[in-house]
């Protein structure tokens, strides 16, 4: 049981460093748009927290009388460990890239944007198998191992109300099937957070072309 009460803290351990780097975002609309974008990524992976504290309290009351319950305990411990385990790694991989959106020692917008997509498969399962595709005002920014393959997942990038391009994140060869293809329900809120950030962070940065491009 102490292993899992150790690992309970660190969701609002990760949420509180994100909003560490709210002040390094000097725009107040852009440090809004970002703890909007904490919020709606942190209430699910919460309440699944709460939900596995919940079951866990309760088996360790009857463990009081029948210690055969701790078998179970341990069995849940074991199943649930590594779904905390994802939840950090996504929760890392949105802090990198808010920070990153903040910094100012960039030379340009665009190296920042190809930065981001480079750090965006680290909060996927399988990251060392994973590719990402940021299109931005028809210039297109991609990891180095791109390819266009079936096993991906898309979400639409917004700058001003207007669609401005998307953001895909995929794998180079078939993974077992998840909730969505080959991903995990919680990939789903990530990659839509992020399509979002970028749209309302970096997409009014870069100059819109005649035509859509870059």
Not at 29 to 49: C, F, G, P, S
Not at 128 to 153: C, H, P, V
């Amino acid at each position: 049981m102490d292993k899992v009460k150790k690992h309970l803290p660190l969701e609002a351990e990760a949420k509180a460093l994100l909003k560490d780097s709210l002040p390094s975002i000097q725009d107040s609309r852009q440090r809004l748009k970002v703890k909007e974008a904490i919020q709606k990524i942190t209430v699910d992976w919460e309440q699944r927290i709460k939900d596995l504290q919940a079951e866990l309290d309760s088996l360790e009351a009857e463990l009081k009388h029948e210690r055969g319950k701790r078998a179970r305990a341990e069995e849940i411990l074991r199943e649930r460990e590594p779904m905390l385990i994802e939840r950090v790694k996504e929760i890392s991989c949105l802090y990198s890239i808010v920070s990153l959106m903040a910094d100012r020692s960039y030379p340009s917008e665009e190296k920042k944007v190809q930065d981001i997509v480079k750090l965006i498969p680290t909060g996927w399962h399988d990251p060392q198998d994973a590719y990402s595709q940021i299109i931005l005002w028809g210039k297109e920014y991609k990891t180095d191992n791109f390819q266009d393959t079936r096993w991906k997942q898309s979400s639409s990038t917004i700058v001003n109300g207007e669609p401005a391009g998307t953001l895909a994140v995929g794998y180079l060869m078939e993974k077992p099937v998840r909730e969505e293809g080959p991903f995990l329900l919680e990939e789903r809120t990530l990659i839509d957070v992020l399509a979002r950030l970028i749209g309302e962070i970096m997409g009014p940065k870069l100059v819109k072309k005649p035509g859509g491009g870059s």
